[in-house]
């Protein structure tokens, strides 16, 4: 167990960075951000910010020093690098990163673990994107194998199978065939380093222009259906994986069971709600786990919770959204507010 005033790395310095601090803090806990952005929200509420290059070896190995344990904030850390630190350091450890980085690694390792992707094929020339778009059929949507996010990095195909201009990076792409369900859900779990796993209530999630607009307590009676198998495989990824930490992984729920679309090795955009709406927050049970400390009651405190991202500049109008006194209203503290930029998030319960 890490004793209070021990210092926590994070490793990226975005929202979810800045979330993690701050429960880090209440917890009486120190964090030391890194990241290769000098403008760092997270870095706003921490006690020390290294601002290097990811393939900065000297600035990293001097980070990981200054810290006790060392966690991510952002999935798509470049593992190489990180394998000079001490491992014993990093929770989770970089094989979760190795997994979540790649989408084709992800879907084969879901699969080996019985889970059931949507249907899909790895392509890496023009040649393999007119298979894969004959072979598993249309409408789908091709997505960069590596770094895609928040609707970034993806063309869709129609019903007629006409394949749109790609731009193929070095490390291909994936094409995934569309599925017909009723909504979408996550599964959100921590995992204590002595293999202690709890999971949250799963919110019906809805996206918008590929970005999450809101997630959503109770979910449809669909998801509570197929919400334990969802967790079984939850559970069996983050075990095969030694994981530490929070870790979500996002399903459709169709008339066929759940089916899985992603997982994220990190605290996630559909658990803000946690932080009202749980009797312990995504963000301290992180810190709970990855500081060996006992993790805490996961249930939900009310019947109806709604998490809205206030994305670009409808987060600016601060006085709209504290005129409802139910609302808890959380901004990021970013300077600028541009299309599609998750500026802050709005959470109601009852």
Same mark, same amino acid.
């Given at each position: 167990?890490? &004793?209070?005033?021990?210092?926590?790395?994070? $490793?990226?310095?975005?929202?979810?960075?800045?979330?993690?601090?701050? *429960?880090?803090?209440?917890?009486?806990?120190?964090?030391?951000? !890194? *990241?290769?952005?000098?403008?760092?929200?997270?870095?706003?509420?921490?006690?020390?910010?290294?601002? &290097?290059?990811?393939?900065?070896?000297?600035?990293?190995?001097?980070? *990981?020093?200054?810290?006790?344990?060392?966690?991510?904030?952002?999935?798509?850390?470049?593992?190489?690098?990180?394998?000079?630190?001490?491992?014993?350091?990093?929770? +989770?450890?970089?094989? %979760?990163?190795?997994?979540?980085?790649?989408?084709?690694?992800?879907?084969?390792?879901?699969?080996?673990?019985?889970?059931?992707?949507?249907?899909?094929?790895?392509?890496?020339? %023009?040649?393999?994107?007119?298979? %894969?778009?004959?072979?598993?059929?249309?409408?789908?949507?091709?997505?960069?194998?590596? @770094?895609?996010? @928040?609707?970034?990095?993806?063309?869709?195909?129609?019903?007629?199978?006409?394949?749109?201009?790609?731009?193929?990076?070095?490390?291909?792409?994936?094409?995934?065939?569309?599925?017909? /369900?009723?909504?979408?859900?996550?599964?959100?779990?921590?995992?204590?380093?002595?293999?202690?796993?709890?999971?949250?209530? =799963? &919110?019906?999630?809805?996206?918008?222009?590929?970005?999450?607009?809101?997630?959503?307590? +109770?979910?449809?009676?669909?998801?509570?259906?197929?919400?334990?198998?969802?967790?079984?495989?939850?559970?069996?990824?983050?075990?095969?994986?030694? !994981?530490?930490?929070?870790?979500?992984?996002?399903? /459709?729920?169709? =008339?066929?069971? +759940?089916?899985?679309?992603?997982?994220?090795?990190?605290?996630?955009?559909?658990?803000?709600?946690?932080?009202?709406?749980?009797?312990?927050?995504? /963000?301290?049970?992180?810190?709970? *786990?990855?500081?060996?400390?006992?993790?805490? @009651?996961?249930? =939900?405190?009310? @019947?109806?919770?709604?998490?809205?991202?206030?994305?670009?500049?409808?987060? $600016?109008?601060?006085?709209?959204? $504290?005129?409802?006194?139910?609302?808890? $209203?959380?901004? !990021?503290?970013?300077?600028?507010?541009?299309?599609?930029?998750?500026?802050?998030?709005?959470?109601?319960?009852?």
């Amino acid at each position: 167990m890490l &004793a209070p005033g021990s210092t926590i790395g994070i $490793l990226g310095g975005g929202q979810l960075g800045r979330m993690l601090a701050m *429960a880090a803090a209440q917890l009486g806990y120190r964090c030391h951000v !890194y *990241a290769p952005e000098d403008d760092s929200v997270a870095a706003e509420v921490s006690a020390r910010f290294t601002c &290097a290059d990811w393939h900065d070896a000297e600035a990293l190995a001097k980070f *990981a020093a200054d810290c006790d344990v060392v966690t991510y904030e952002f999935e798509n850390v470049p593992v190489g690098p990180l394998a000079a630190l001490p491992q014993d350091k990093l929770a +989770p450890g970089t094989r %979760a990163l190795e997994v979540a980085q790649d989408r084709v690694n992800e879907k084969r390792f879901v699969e080996e673990l019985g889970g059931r992707p949507a249907p899909w094929r790895a392509v890496d020339d %023009a040649a393999t994107a007119r298979a %894969a778009v004959a072979e598993v059929g249309a409408p789908g949507i091709f997505k960069t194998r590596r @770094d895609g996010y @928040d609707g970034k990095g993806q063309w869709r195909v129609g019903a007629d199978g006409e394949i749109p201009a790609l731009d193929l990076p070095e490390s291909g792409l994936v094409y995934e065939g569309f599925v017909t /369900f009723d909504c979408e859900f996550s599964v959100i779990l921590v995992r204590g380093r002595d293999g202690e796993v709890c999971f949250w209530d =799963s &919110a019906r999630n809805t996206h918008e222009h590929g970005i999450l607009a809101r997630s959503a307590l +109770p979910a449809p009676a669909i998801v509570a259906e197929q919400v334990d198998e969802a967790r079984a495989l939850a559970s069996r990824v983050a075990e095969a994986l030694g !994981y530490v930490g929070v870790m979500t992984a996002e399903f /459709f729920a169709t =008339s066929q069971g +759940p089916v899985f679309n992603e997982m994220a090795p990190r605290v996630h955009n559909s658990g803000h709600w946690t932080i009202e709406g749980a009797v312990t927050s995504q /963000f301290e049970n992180h810190v709970r *786990a990855i500081c060996g400390l006992p993790l805490g @009651d996961t249930a =939900s405190v009310s @019947d109806r919770i709604v998490m809205e991202n206030l994305i670009g500049e409808e987060a $600016l109008a601060v006085e709209r959204h $504290l005129s409802d006194p139910a609302a808890h $209203l959380h901004l !990021y503290g970013k300077a600028e507010a541009r299309e599609g930029r998750k500026m802050g998030h709005l959470t109601r319960l009852g």
